[in-house]
């Protein structure tokens, strides 16, 4: 019953900006911490941003100072702020949840479709 849906992708220019959007909904009793992962063809699938419940966050070293993750707790929604945006940063985003069920009371991880981020001239 838990989804996430992800909105924001799309084609930008270098130096530009994007704003990814995260919607968990369903049974959740809590929302533990929510992230951000990529991966480019041919590639690992790489943590790029995560936050927890209690506000605490960490980027991987190549997007700090241009990438900003945020909630919004009432929404259950995560957001990923992403600016000055460069070619390598061009991959397949996907949101990420670790989520406390009502039904279960346990926690355990869920992913997002993926959107589509292309940074190009």
């Known amino acids: 019953q838990v989804q996430l849906v992800e909105s924001g992708g799309g084609l930008v220019q270098p130096g530009g900006s994007l704003r990814l959007s995260c919607a968990a909904s369903?049974?959740?009793?809590?929302?533990?911490?929510m992230g951000w992962y990529r991966q480019a063809p041919g590639k690992q699938r790489d943590l790029v941003a995560r936050?927890?419940?209690?506000?605490?966050?960490n980027y991987v070293d190549s997007v700090k100072g241009r990438f900003t993750i945020s909630r919004d707790n009432a929404k259950n929604t995560v957001y990923l702020q992403m600016n000055s945006l460069k070619p390598e940063d061009t991959a397949v985003y996907y949101c990420?949840?670790?989520?406390?069920?009502?039904?279960?009371?346990?926690?355990?991880?869920?992913w997002g479709q993926g959107t589509q981020v292309t940074v190009s001239s």
């Open positions: 369903g049974s959740i009793f809590r929302i533990n911490a």
């Open positions: 990420n949840a670790d989520i406390t069920r009502i039904i279960t009371n346990r926690s355990r991880e869920y």
């Open positions: 936050i927890t419940n209690v506000g605490s966050t």
